[in-house]
């Protein structure tokens, strides 16, 4: 291993990749970026290319390639494009990737830097969720460390005694519950767009804002943390905590919980992914303790927010369905931010795909990719 850390970010114009690269320029001492990719935001990807001086930029869409490639001709950056180059990049042997491409988009690259990086650190749930059996499995055959940044698994992960594993009672994801905890059945019915991106605590790219609202997120969580931790689904939990201070909690068979606390902000379990297995220095917001709210818990009310049942249907199913949740949800989404349908439409498409859809044994990565892509269409002939 080099004397800094060698790093790959996989998505770096995301809310995740900028707060990625913001924590790596403040410590030019124990990084070096090896290359970052993008999906379309072309001007950001060429500021952050001359700011970070990565060797290497890649952006997805290739209509945008000769605009990438004048704009940092000047200077020693490899310039590339297309969908087959993101996964292409990943075979540089780096000691860290940061996989944040939103959405199922981003398990192939994913799955290839397991095989050449020494760590992923994972942020996008989506390909755990549809790909859970084969990431775990690449990450073992390649001896690739997985490092969870989604608040709620970095937490976990932080207090999981693997040692200890047969004491651990269950896993307890929190949940800050969203624009519509209290908000009635029926008010919900009428959520516009501008409402459910209006996220109480975090502050995150839009998918994933919709997904907060719907709870969809915490059920893909579910899903998550069943293949990172290797645990049963009756074994993990949720609770409501309005306050997102405790970002998941670990309850042991001797009535100890451990318990991860910070402010909500994604710069710490970003840290603690780059520095791991040390720890670094932020500039991230700080709990004040003798100011800190009341923590409170409650329930998850399933009437109002069917998905984590699902979701728990859908591990019980197999990984066919996790893929149909899902890719329904992704296309769902979709509709939902450009205006074709209403809120409550997302669950009930994904419940449709999930009434329709055929299991079919789906364990490798071309099988799961065509799935995926099957599910989607189906679920875009609901929509029109
Ligand atoms: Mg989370």
């Not at 859908?314 to 931010?337: M, P, R, S, W, Y």
């Amino acid at each position: 291993m080099s004397e800094k850390k060698r790093i790959g970010i996989l998505g770096s114009t995301g809310s995740i990749g900028c707060n990625a690269l913001d924590l790596i320029a403040h410590h030019p001492e124990k990084f070096s970026l090896e290359y970052i990719t993008a999906g379309k935001n072309c001007d950001l990807l060429i500021a952050q290319a001359l700011t970070h001086r990565p060797k290497h930029v890649v952006i997805q869409d290739e209509t945008q390639f000769q605009k990438l490639k004048e704009a940092l001709a000047p200077y020693d950056i490899k310039v590339h494009a297309g969908n087959e180059m993101i996964v292409a990049i990943t075979s540089h042997e780096v000691d860290l990737t940061v996989a944040a491409i939103v959405g199922v988009a981003g398990l192939r690259p994913m799955i290839n830097a397991l095989k050449y990086s020494q760590a992923v650190a994972i942020a996008n749930k989506e390909p755990l969720v549809a790909a859970g059996d084969l990431v775990m499995a690449c990450a073992k055959k390649y001896n690739a460390k997985i490092l969870p940044i989604d608040s709620e698994h970095n937490a976990i992960f932080q207090v999981f005694e693997e040692h200890n594993r047969a004491s651990i009672a269950r896993l307890v994801l929190t949940a800050s519950g969203g624009p519509f905890r209290v908000w009635t059945k029926d008010h919900i019915q009428n959520a516009t767009r501008e409402d459910a991106l209006n996220h109480p605590n975090w502050k995150m790219g839009p998918k994933i804002t919709i997904d907060s609202a719907t709870l969809v997120n915490k059920a893909l969580e579910l899903i998550e943390a069943h293949y990172l931790f290797q645990m049963p689904h009756d074994k993990i939990d949720v609770v409501i905590h309005p306050q997102s201070i405790i970002h998941s909690l670990v309850e042991y068979e001797d009535g100890s919980y451990l318990a991860q606390m910070g402010a909500a902000d994604m710069r710490t379990p970003l840290a603690y992914a780059l520095a791991w297995p040390q720890r670094m220095q932020t500039s991230g917001q700080r709990l004040d303790l003798l100011r800190m709210p009341t923590l409170s818990f409650e329930d998850v009310d399933h009437e109002k927010f069917p998905s984590l049942n699902l979701a728990r249907e859908c591990l019980k199913a197999g990984q066919g369905a996790c893929i149909t949740f899902n890719a329904a949800n992704e296309v769902a989404v979709d509709a939902f931010l450009k205006g074709k349908i209403t809120f409550p439409m997302i669950s009930h498409l994904i419940e449709k795909a999930l009434q329709n859809q055929n299991l079919m044994q789906v364990s490798d990565l071309d099988a799961i990719l065509e799935y995926d892509k099957t599910v989607r269409t189906q679920v875009q002939t609901y929509i029109m």
